[in-house]
């Protein structure tokens, strides 16, 4: 039972952070990669095609938790929920990055395991699609920022709205751009 985790959304100004944990089904998926070097029609295909034969499942830290303790230690704690939240004991964790959590089982860091290890792509995909998702849904409530494509990211579009508009409750307070707009 290998497990394979990465997470999306640590540099955003707004939106929570989310992991991904995948056990690849047996054949595999074909086409797996780095979630950023895939087109959004290709991710959209495999998130569906993982989603369909692997076991996966999805951990969150909310716009609250990084702000109380910061976007590292928020990383940390979705994937943990992810891993988590598969119920099995995995056999090894391999992790996108250079930092483990505090884990039981044994685990490894791989950086740019994204685009070398294939359970690791897989929940990159994952986790990406469903920030994305959560993006475009905050998008429609909080018009204006262009979360729908930008993502959370300090795009110029987002940050004139930021000036404009002040920050709302999915913007981090504890990252330097939303607290300066706080302050003015």
């Given at each position: ?19 991904a ?53 928020a ?48 929940a ?54 939303v ?6």
């Open positions: 039972m290998i497990v394979g985790v990465d997470e999306a959304g640590r540099g955003p100004l707004a939106g929570p952070v989310v992991a944990a995948v056990v690849l089904c047996e054949e595999g998926i074909a086409g797996l990669d780095d979630s950023k070097k895939l087109s959004p029609k290709k991710r959209a295909a495999l998130e569906e095609q993982i989603k369909a034969k692997c076991r996966w499942a999805v951990g969150l830290c909310s716009v609250e938790e990084i702000d109380r303790i910061n976007i590292l230690q990383t940390m704690l979705a994937m943990t929920r992810a891993v988590e939240a598969l119920a099995i004991t995995p056999s090894l964790v391999m992790v996108d990055g250079n930092r483990l959590p505090k884990w039981t089982y044994q685990a490894q860091a791989v950086v740019g395991g994204d685009a070398i290890h294939p359970c690791i792509s897989a990159s995909i994952i986790a990406k699609e469903h920030r994305d998702r959560l993006m475009v849904e905050a998008d429609r409530e909080f018009p204006g920022y262009g979360w729908a494509s930008n993502k959370g990211y300090g795009a110029a579009i987002h940050m004139e709205a930021l000036r404009r508009l002040g920050p709302t409750p999915l913007h981090r307070r504890s990252f330097a751009p607290a300066q707009m706080i302050l003015v």
